[in-house]
C-alpha cells in the first residue's frame, strides 16, 4: 500500500475503534488540588483536542477530549500559600518528617498511581498521539524511576548516618530540602519528565507547586486522588490554566525556592526574570536542543542509519533528546540516504493503539503548519525533499520529509524542529561540522558514528565542553536514568539522574562539634533518646 493510500485511510470512524481503546464521552474537569482537597473552579475552561481525527461522510473532525480548569492568578497563589504553609520555613511536618517516614508516603503514592495505569496509558494515546508500546513504556519507566529514587535516597541517607571526626571536629553532614518547589514538564513526556523533577522534589522535603504540561493535562486527573490522600495537606498542589496568568504570578511573589521546568529557554528566561530573589532561585531546567548525528566515511551505514532513523523520528522527532540534524561525509552520503530513505518507508503511519505503528498524529495544532514552512524555506535555498511521499500531511499528521542538501542558509540548519523534517547536511572537512558544535547556542548531546580510534577519539575531545552526553555509533537519548542526564549553552540548567536529582533538590546542612566528653555524651543523649530528626544514627534498610 502506497503512502497516500496509507494517509486515506489514516484516521478511522468511530465505530472502528478497538472497546479497550475508545474513550467515554469528553470530561469536564474542575478539579485542582490545594492544601489537601479536590476544590471546584466554577470559572472559564480550556477545551483539550486530541490529535485523532474520526473520519465520517462530513470529512475529518477532531475529537475533543473535555476540558480542564483555567485558574485565574489569585487561584493559583492560593495553591502557593498551601505550599508556603506546610513547608512553614522549614518548621513544617514534611520538612521536619524522618526519611524513613517520607520514603513511606511516596511509596504510597506509588502503589495507587499503579493501580491507574490502563487510564494514563489510553489519556497518553489520545491526548499527545503517542503509540501504545510507548505510552506503556512511558508509565512504568516512570514507576521504575520513582522506586530507583527511593533505593537513591535510602543510600543517601544510609551513607549520611555517621559522624566524621575532621581535626578535632565532629560533624554529621545530611541533605535537606530548600522550600517551596514549582514542577513543570513538557508535553511530549507529560508524565516521565515531569515525575523526574516532582517525585525528587517531594522526598527530599520540598512542598511542590505542580503544574501539568500544556498537552497531556487529563492524564493527572486519575491520579489527584493519589496525590491527595498519599501526602500531607499542602505538601502537592495541583493546579492548570495559562502559565502566562499563573505561573508568572508564582514567579512574581518571590516564594518559589526551586524552579523546575523543561521546556524553552526563552520561557525560562522570562519566567526567571520575574523572580524579585534570583539569587535565592534554585533552577533544574531542561531546555531546547538541536542534536547533530555526525556520521564519519567509515561508520557502518547499517548501524548509523538505523540509530539515525529511531534518532530522528521516534514519537515523530518530538524529544528533546532526538537527533535533529544529521552530517553524512560526502562520500557516503547518497548510499546513506538511499538506506535511510528505505528503511522509513518501512515505518507505518497509523492510530496510537494500532500494533506496529510507528508515525502518528501531530499534538500542538500549529505544529503541521510550522513544519511545511521550514520544508518550504529549505526548497526555497536549494533543498529537495528527497524520500516519498515526505511532507504530505492530513489534519494533525505530517509524513516525514527528509531535506537534502541542507545549507546554514536555511531555517532548519538552526532551528530546533521537534517534528518529523530530517536536515541531511553534506560534508567534505571535519572543521565545519565541528564549527557548528562550538557556534551553537545549544549543547545537549550529540552521536559519533564511525570505526577510526584516532578520529573519534579526536572529536571526542573536541566536543567534550561542548554538549553534556557524546554517544558513539549510538543515537541520543536520556537513559539509563542512573546516568547524568544535562546539557550546556541554552539546552539546560543543572544535572538529573536519580540521584543527581535529589542533589538537586537539597542542600547540605552540618551540625558540628568539638570532640570534646561533653559534647559527645550531648550527642549520644540526642540520638538514644531520638530528639532529633537530623541528628540519628538511624539505618534504613
Excluded at 493519589?226 to 495541583?238: H, M, T, Y
Excluded at 578520529?455 to 541520543?476: K, M, S, T, Y
Aim: proline fraction near 6%; glycine fraction near 6%; aromatic fraction near 8%.
Amino acid at each position: 500500500m502506497t503512502t497516500a493510500n496509507l494517509l486515506s485511510h489514516l484516521f478511522p470512524a468511530a465505530a472502528d475503534i478497538p472497546e479497550a481503546f475508545r474513550l467515554p464521552d469528553p470530561v469536564e474537569q474542575r478539579d485542582y488540588l490545594v492544601d489537601g482537597e479536590l476544590r471546584t473552579w466554577n470559572g472559564p475552561l480550556a477545551q483539550v483536542r486530541s490529535p485523532i481525527y474520526l473520519s465520517g461522510a462530513d470529512g475529518d473532525t477532531q475529537v475533543i477530549l473535555g476540558s480542564t480548569p483555567l485558574l485565574d492568578a489569585d487561584t493559583a497563589l492560593t495553591a502557593l500559600d498551601a505550599a508556603v504553609r506546610a513547608y512553614d520555613r522549614g518548621q513544617g511536618a514534611w520538612p521536619t518528617m524522618r526519611v524513613a517516614e517520607r520514603i513511606q508516603h511516596v511509596e504510597a503514592f506509588l502503589a495507587r498511581m499503579r493501580e491507574q495505569r490502563t487510564a494514563v496509558v489510553k489519556l497518553l494515546m489520545w491526548e499527545i498521539g503517542k503509540n501504545l508500546k510507548d505510552s506503556e513504556k512511558e508509565f512504568d519507566r516512570t514507576c521504575d524511576y520513582i522506586v530507583d529514587t527511593i533505593g537513591a535516597l535510602k543510600e543517601l541517607d544510609r551513607r549520611s548516618s555517621r559522624f566524621e571526626l575532621e581535626q578535632d571536629t565532629l560533624g554529621q553532614i545530611r541533605r535537606v530540602p530548600l522550600g517551596v518547589a514549582l514542577c513543570m514538564g513538557p508535553y511530549n513526556y507529560p508524565l516521565n519528565e515531569t515525575f523526574t523533577t516532582l517525585i525528587p522534589a517531594l522526598i527530599m522535603g520540598n512542598t511542590v507547586v505542580f503544574k501539568p504540561a500544556k498537552l497531556g493535562v487529563l492524564l493527572i486527573r486519575p491520579l489527584l486522588e493519589a496525590f491527595r490522600d498519599s501526602f500531607p495537606a499542602g505538601v502537592i498542589n495541583v493546579i492548570y490554566g495559562s502559565g502566562r496568568e499563573t505561573v508568572s504570578a508564582l514567579m512574581a511573589s518571590g516564594k518559589i525556592d526551586i524552579f523546575a521546568f523543561i521546556g524553552t529557554n526563552k520561557a525560562a528566561s522570562d519566567l526567571k526574570k520575574l523572580h524579585p530573589k534570583p539569587h535565592r532561585l534554585r533552577a533544574a531546567l531542561g531546555l531546547d536542543a538541536k542534536n547533530p548525528g555526525i556520521v564519519l566515511p567509515d561508520a557502518d551505514l547499517d548501524n548509523a542509519v538505523s540509530e539515525a532513523l529511531t534518532g530522528s523520528l521516534s514519537f515523530n522527532g518530538q524529544r528533546c533528546t532526538a537527533l535533529k540534524i544529521l552530517f553524512v561525509h560526502e562520500a557516503v552520503v547518497e548510499r546513506f540516504i538511499e538506506q535511510f530513505n528505505a528503511k522509513l518507508q518501512g515505518l507505518k503511519p497509523g492510530m496510537p493503539w494500532e500494533p506496529g505503528v510507528a508515525l502518528t498524529p501531530l499534538p500542538e495544532n500549529t505544529k503541521v503548519d510550522y513544519l511545511h514552512a521550514l520544508v518550504a524555506d529549505a526548497q526555497a535555498h536549494g533543498a529537495k525533499v528527497v524520500n516519498a511521499h515526505g511532507g504530505e500531511a492530513r489534519a494533525s499528521f505530517f509524513y516525514p520529509a527528509v531535506l537534502y542538501p541542507v545549507t546554514p542558509q536555511m531555517r532548519v540548519y538552526h532551528e530546533e524542529q521537534f517534528g518529523p523534517v530530517v536536515p541531511i547536511v553534506p560534508y567534505r572537512d571535519l572543521d565545519t561540522v565541528i564549527d557548528y558544535v562550538l557556534e551553537s547556542d545549544f549543547g545537549q548531546q550529540l552521536s559519533l558514528f564511525g570505526s577510526d580510534p584516532a578520529e573519534i577519539g579526536r572529536l571526542v575531545d573536541a566536543f567534550a565542553n561542548q554538549v553534556g552526553r557524546i554517544n558513539i555509533n549510538a543515537q541520543c537519548q536520556r537513559g539509563p536514568d542512573t546516568f547524568p542526564f544535562n546539557g550546556r549553552k541554552n539546552s539546560a540548567e543543572g544535572t538529573l539522574s536519580v540521584h543527581d536529582a535529589l542533589r538537586t533538590f537539597s542542600i547540605r546542612t552540618l551540625v558540628a562539634t568539638k570532640f570534646q566528653e561533653r559534647n559527645k555524651q550531648l550527642i549520644s543523649d540526642i540520638i538514644r533518646n531520638r530528639e532529633s530528626s537530623f541528628l540519628t544514627t538511624d539505618y534504613i534498610f
